[in-house]
């Protein structure tokens, strides 16, 4: 069994920075792709950032360069840098993770961790 455990949220004022972070652990061989979503209240859940193995990142076109993922490979951790943060980024986020562990290729969520800005 795959888990991701997430940290880092919580309550900033607007203009602030918060760093979130998502480890994985259990039965993994290989991660690919990792990333952060994020789902608004009575909101459908979106991409927020994803990075490939070898570090390639894309970002959603309302964070971009304000946020910055990033992966630790040996720690099978991702992170979101988030700057410059605005009341519309609060929501809950959750880590995506897709891994091999020796049968078909499957995806793991985190449980989220929510993050309010205020105003």
């Known amino acids: 069994q795959v888990q991701l455990v997430e940290s880092g949220g919580g309550l900033v004022q607007a203009g602030g920075s918060l760093r979130l972070s998502c480890a994985a652990s259990g039965k993994i061989f290989s991660i690919n792709d990792m990333g952060w979503y994020r789902q608004a209240p009575g909101k459908q859940r979106n991409m927020v950032a994803t990075i490939t193995r070898g570090g390639s990142a894309n970002y959603a076109i309302s964070v971009k360069d304000r946020f910055t993922i990033s992966r630790d490979n040996a720690k099978k951790t991702v992170y979101l840098q988030m700057n410059s943060l605005k009341p519309e980024d609060t929501a809950v986020y959750y880590c995506?993770?897709?891994?091999?562990?020796?049968?078909?290729?499957?995806?793991?969520w985190g449980q989220g961790t929510q993050v309010t800005v205020s105003s």
């Open positions: 995506n993770v897709q891994y091999w562990s020796g049968g078909p290729s499957s995806v793991a």
